[in-house]
């Protein structure tokens, strides 16, 4: 299967108004320990996304109690 890397290091827009709301800059740029919180219209956007191949699907499994 083929891979692509994103990274910021890579990325031609890298330094420009682009990064404001990258969500690699988002991601990468969370503090440890921060929560990453989806709302329902960006979770029916990932799994579209998901489901068009685009994304992987989400790994996250929350812990009982």
């Known amino acids: ?4 890397t994103v ?9 420009t108004e682009a990064c404001d709301d990258c969500v690699v ?3 990468l740029g969370r503090e440890p320990d921060d929560a990453v ?6 979770a029916r956007a990932m799994r579209m996304l998901e489901q ?3 994304l992987p699907s989400l790994r996250f499994k ?4």
């Not at 919180?37 to 960006?42: H, L, N, R, T």
């Not at 929350?62 to 109690?65: L, M």
């Open 52 to 54: 068009a191949g685009l």
């Open 62 to 65: 929350g812990r009982a109690g």
């Open 37 to 42: 919180v989806i709302d329902a219209e960006e």
């Open 7 to 15: 990274e910021c290091d890579s990325c031609v827009m890298r330094g």
């Open 25 to 27: 800059t988002f991601l």
């Open 1 to 4: 299967m083929d891979t692509i």
